[in-house]
């Protein structure tokens, strides 16, 4: 396919410390795999080949893994030496770039590789300057994200964390996968910082549409995306429900994990190089790689001496159905 793809791993993840002090948000696992190679694997079948992959520019984490797991393809790594928003990150790719289209992915966001290709295909047939994943999203989390007017395959606005009921535009969300084509590079040199000091996709978006650009947009029918502790429980808890296939209380153990034989483990994931010690009791939770656990646990995400509890279970239950 003639699109190149760059995933946006160069954030530091503020919403995930402690989980993310020590690891890229990009490098925590679902089912003990890191988010970023599910999003490698899926991007290579959707059939595109060309991935760059944007880190801090102390990353060794991220390319050190990366050419372990994919040896057989050329990733290429570029530097963010300052973290000056989305759009100054897509900026960095511009001297790398050899295609005339490209698709730009968060580092800690999911879609299927039915719809990249889809995304892929429509912004091609459609000759957009822009395509826009979009997705269907409650007010409440709209607050932390985007609302979109979106009108017969068109976008006419992005409007960034609104906050009042007047401010939405639809219950329709940008989500964090877009297709570009080179003429945003000059779109995003000529836009000012905002408010929060940086320089953001959604600026670029809207200038491109009032300087006429075409901006088209898919809705897509699942995304994960995972933002917070609560997210990395929640999202491994339903992997692992997907996998289990009916079959309650199975577990996904990592590899070098000694567990007691008195232990009980029920519906959780343990990370590579852990302990679980005598008597624990360990259900619907995500252990961490290089973790001991000695005492019991419940609806929990756990890493070495920080834990976090999500005691609605039920509720929980409810949204892995």
């Known amino acids: 396919m003639t699109v190149s793809a760059f995933i946006l791993a160069a954030g530091v993840g503020s919403r995930l410390h402690p989980f993310s002090y020590n690891t890229p948000k990009p490098m925590l696992p679902l089912l003990n795999k890191p988010i970023l190679q599910y999003s490698i694997e899926r991007l290579l079948k959707a059939d595109i080949q060309n991935i760059g992959i944007i880190i801090q520019k102390d990353d060794k984490i991220i390319p050190s893994f990366i050419n372990m797991a994919f040896p057989d393809i050329n990733t290429l790594f570029i530097a963010q030496e300052k973290a000056l928003g989305t759009a100054h990150a897509v900026l960095q790719v511009?001297?790398?770039l050899t295609t005339k289209h490209f698709l730009v992915i968060a580092g800690d966001s999911l879609f299927s590789a039915s719809f990249l290709k889809e995304l892929c295909?429509?912004?091609i047939k459609e000759r957009n300057n822009i395509t826009l994943s979009l997705e269907i999203m409650e007010f409440d989390l709209m607050k932390e994200s985007s609302t979109v007017d979106y009108r017969n395959g068109r976008v006419l606005e992005v409007r960034e964390k609104p906050q009042t009921p007047a401010e939405i535009l639809s219950d329709l969300n940008s989500a964090a996968l877009y297709i570009f084509s080179k003429s945003i590079f000059n779109i995003i040199k000529s836009i000012e910082k905002t408010k929060r000091g940086e320089y953001e996709l959604a600026t670029a978006i809207n200038k491109t549409i009032r300087h006429g650009g075409r901006v088209g947009g898919l809705i897509a029918k699942r995304v994960f995306h995972i933002s917070t502790s609560h997210d990395l429980w929640r999202y491994?808890?339903?992997f692992l429900h997907k996998i289990q296939k009916g079959r309650v209380n199975e577990n996904i153990i990592g590899k070098n994990v000694h567990i007691d034989e008195s232990a009980v483990i029920k519906n959780s994931i343990i990370g590579d190089n852990s302990v679980v010690k005598k008597g624990v009791e360990l259900t619907s939770?995500?252990?961490?790689?290089n973790t001991i656990?000695?005492?019991n646990y419940e609806n929990s995400i756990v890493q070495s001496d920080y834990y976090e509890c999500f005691t609605d279970s039920k509720k929980e239950q409810a949204l892995l159905e």
């Open 94 to 96: 511009e001297e790398y």
């Open 121 to 123: 295909r429509t912004h």
């Open 236 to 238: 491994n808890l339903k």
């Open 285 to 289: 939770s995500v252990v961490l790689p």
């Open 293 to 295: 656990i000695d005492r």
